[in-house]
């Protein structure tokens, strides 16, 4: 049993969301890349996407079939907004629309099977607390519930299971107690409300989520029975990547205090050694688990990147930047002529491959929204630690082959950066789209058409990043001008014309040969070595390519 935590009152009451202004004792010196190795363009389009399906302050999508209007996901996206920024009158309409009647999402009353069922959930009732409070709106100010009370009252007291949240759910006027599904993801939402309001709950609440971190260094999801004497996480516990990463974010405005500092340390630690080798996240180790998706990947990644800021985790700044590149790959986005997707998608963030495939192929149809919506509000703040390899550089070759394969590079992008290519003049009309890798570079491959210079421009999401001049040459049969007799055990100056400056040229005579590069004017003057019997022979010049070749007959002598 972990001890009661002792906190000061200046600390209870830090705000949510001022992470980054934390003065950490004791912590190590942040590990998280500097501002100008970051690149927020993807995290900035997510937000941009999401901020414009909101409809009067709430996210409504297709569900069965019928419209849904979601205030959980509302206000997830309204807190992803608020971490991501400058997107200050959404996250206030969100909060505005919320705190009309938060009753609306956090009671319900049905019918089923002759009986009736009502209650109110713990975990939505912290949610909207977090919600308004991210938004700076005073809780005590909506009249239809006090929302910092009622929490307080799903608290318990005392007890094992103190600092427990947990529903309040009846059946006909009678206690359900099979009607309580509160969970870690509530809790964590639930310390964060308690703590930022100055709540006298606030501890007995984080010593209750400090209770559900396991060994490993991981949250569990699901609480121990409320009837069971050790609430702690026990052995052979499934891991949860979304109730750890929650935990974190959760946790971190009161890091500073020892046990919470050492939370933090091991849920860092668990979940960038949990995160797969491609940068993503599965959700979890039980047999339910979905592997490799934007919603864990998402969530994993923001805490990953507040742990960094932080300087938590030796691994957290890797881990986040990881984690982002995975989302960039896999976020609705095209560049110019290379854009294959709707304009109204671009800056969502796919559930995964499949979904991505859909959304180039029908564009986000209704059914599919709602996964999308939760996706890329989840995922918007990680990609905030999407990293800048560096400067920005576009190269190929001198010279390319009419009709041949062309590779132009680059490097020092953003991993999981989306690129087009464009060609001007011998490559006009040539496109080209890639996506960077993780090392920051990508490769496009074009065929040139036509003989002649051709310019490529490639384009990022930012802009242009650079171009690149190159001479494409065709087929061509070059001037070889040389004494038509020679001596035998000599040499022989040949004169090679019709090729472009810096081409590469082989001259070749009876096995002797003699390579170099075109001057200025396009020629190539060397000497052979002339050997073999006597009589015609022939002399041949091969430009950079096998078809830009030419020859000439020398009579050996003695």
Request: proline fraction near 3%; hydrophobic fraction near 45%.
């Amino acid at each position: 049993m972990r001890h009661p935590l002792r906190r000061a009152s200046a600390l209870a009451a830090a705000p949510v969301l001022s992470l980054a202004l934390l003065a950490v004792p004791g912590l190590t010196t942040p590990a998280q890349a500097a501002a100008g190795d970051l690149d927020p363009v993807a995290a900035q389009r997510a937000g941009g996407w999401l901020a414009g399906q909101v409809d009067d302050g709430l996210l409504t999508y297709d569900s069965f079939g019928a419209p849904f209007t979601d205030y959980g996901l509302s206000i997830d996206a309204e807190l992803a907004l608020a971490a991501v920024g400058d997107q200050d009158a959404t996250v206030d309409a969100i909060a505005a629309a919320v705190a009309e009647d938060p009753t609306v999402y956090t009671d319900y009353a049905y019918s089923f099977d002759g009986a009736q069922y009502a209650g109110r959930a713990a975990g939505a009732v912290a949610k909207a607390l977090v919600g308004l409070q991210a938004a700076g709106v005073d809780p005590a100010t909506v009249e239809e519930i006090d929302l910092v009370g009622a929490l307080e009252a799903q608290t318990a007291d005392t007890g094992a299971t103190a600092g427990r949240i947990a529903d309040v759910a009846t059946k006909d006027g009678e206690p359900d107690p099979t009607g309580d599904f509160a969970n870690t993801l509530g809790q964590a939402f639930a310390v964060r409300g308690l703590q930022a309001a100055g709540s006298d709950e606030a501890d007995a609440a984080t010593d209750f989520l400090l209770l559900q971190q396991c060994g490993a260094g991981f949250f569990r999801q699901d609480f121990a029975p409320a009837t069971a004497t050790d609430q702690a996480c026990g052995s052979g516990a499934d891991a949860s990547v979304d109730a750890t990463a929650q935990a974190v974010l959760s946790l971190l405005p009161q890091a500073g205090d020892a046990e919470v500092d050492a939370a933090l340390a091991d849920a860092a630690a668990w979940l960038a050694g949990f995160q797969n080798a491609n940068g993503s996240f599965d959700s979890g180790t039980d047999a339910t688990a979905f592997p490799g998706n934007a919603n864990s990947t998402g969530l994993a990644g923001w805490a990953l990147g507040d742990l960094a800021d932080l300087g938590v985790g030796a691994a957290s700044a890797g881990a986040a930047a990881d984690a982002a590149a995975w989302l960039r790959v896999r976020q609705v986005a095209g560049v110019g002529d290379c854009n294959r997707f709707d304009d109204a998608d671009l800056g969502a963030v796919a559930y995964d491959d499949a979904a991505l495939k859909g959304a180039r192929t029908d564009g986000i149809v209704a059914a599919d929204r709602g996964q999308f919506l939760r996706a890329t509000a989840q995922a918007a703040p990680a990609l905030a630690s999407s990293t800048d390899a560096g400067e920005d550089a576009v190269a190929a070759k001198d010279l390319a082959r009419k009709g041949r394969a062309l590779t132009v590079s680059v490097t020092g992008l953003a991993p999981g950066a989306k690129l087009c290519l464009t060609g001007r003049g011998a490559g006009r009309g040539e496109t080209a789209g890639a996506t960077a890798g993780r090392d920051g570079s990508a490769v496009l491959t074009v065929s040139p058409g036509r003989a002649g210079t051709a310019t490529y421009e490639v384009r990022g999401e930012s802009g242009l990043v650079g171009s690149v001049d190159v001479r494409v040459l065709g087929p061509k049969t070059l001037g070889v001008d040389t004494a038509r007799r020679a001596e035998r055990g000599g040499s022989q100056v040949v004169t090679v014309s019709g090729l472009v400056p810096g081409e590469r040229t082989v001259v070749t005579f009876r096995g002797a040969k003699s390579v170099a590069r075109a001057d200025a004017e396009g020629r190539v003057v060397t000497e052979v070595r002339i050997s073999g019997a006597l009589g015609l022979a022939t002399l041949r010049a091969k430009g950079q390519f096998a078809d830009r070749t030419g020859e000439a007959t020398v009579r050996v002598v003695r």
